[in-house]
């Protein structure tokens, strides 16, 4: 599966957009951008996935480039309940594996 | 939906004994779940994927006779650590594939284990 590459750490404020950058520029045909996120001591929790268009669910927006070798997770209006670690995974869909990188640290700020 | 238990969430015990961890999907059945393993400021780290029915696949260096997997119905993998010394003290997380066709996995909320 493609490696991904991710900042190690953003602040957002309160009610504001967060755009959580993940840069995945080997990504295959076939392969799937993942998003999840692990808040302090807990298991993580899936966000959601796309392939090549944009996605949105009732917990965020998934926005990927037309070339697939970026994407962009958008919390639109952030709150301090979405401090935690992000995780933007790429896997092939017959490939069951999750490969965990380290991550993106948000802090969300009052 | 696509809900997931572990039992019990933190565990306390005495080097040399054994502790099992329950992994349950509470509102789907899963032929596959996965054990991970998280040490402190470090990404989780696959275990084992567990399949149902049959034996468990464990990643390099994971010691089978010491984590011992058992999947014996669609709703439920454990894990026991045998014989546990300090060095096992760690966050230990469980997950579950659901959906047709592209499965997604779903996590437990994880078991903390201290080896005294």
């Known amino acids: 599966d493609a490696k991904t590459t991710q900042p190690p750490s953003m602040d957002c404020a309160e009610g504001r957009a967060a755009n959580l950058p993940c840069n995945h520029s080997?990504?295959?045909?076939?392969?799937?951008v993942y998003w999840y996120r692990q808040i302090h001591s807990q298991g993580p929790q899936y966000i959601i996935h796309?392939?090549?268009?944009?996605e949105t669910n009732e917990m965020a927006s998934l926005i990927i480039t037309e070339d697939r070798k970026s994407s962009t997770l958008i919390l639109p209006h952030a709150t301090l309940r979405d401090t935690a670690v992000y995780y933007c995974?790429?896997?092939?869909?017959?490939?069951?594996?999750?490969?965990w990188g380290l991550g993106t640290s948000l802090a969300v700020n009052p | 939906g696509a809900v997931v238990s572990q039992h019990p969430s933190w565990v306390i015990c005495k080097s040399g004994t054994s502790v099992k961890i329950e992994c349950r999907s509470l509102?789907?059945?899963?032929?596959?779940m996965f054990w991970y393993r998280q040490f402190p400021k470090q990404s989780l780290m696959l275990m084992a994927t567990?399949?149902?029915?049959?034996?468990?696949?464990?990643e390099q260096g994971v010691e089978k006779d010491k984590f011992l997997i058992n999947h014996a119905s669609l709703t439920l993998s454990t894990l026991t650590v045998t014989s546990a010394h300090p060095e096992d003290s760690s966050f230990y997380i469980c997950?579950?594939?659901?959906?047709?066709?592209?499965?997604?996995?779903?996590f437990g909320p994880g078991t903390r284990l201290l080896v005294l």
């Open positions: 796309g392939l090549k268009n944009n």
């Open positions: 995974i790429v896997r092939a869909g017959n490939n069951r594996k999750l490969i």
């Open positions: 509102d789907f059945q899963a032929t596959t």
């Open positions: 080997t990504i295959s045909g076939n392969e799937y």
């Open positions: 567990s399949n149902e029915g049959s034996k468990a696949t464990y």
């Open positions: 997950s579950a594939e659901e959906g047709q066709g592209l499965k997604t996995q779903y």
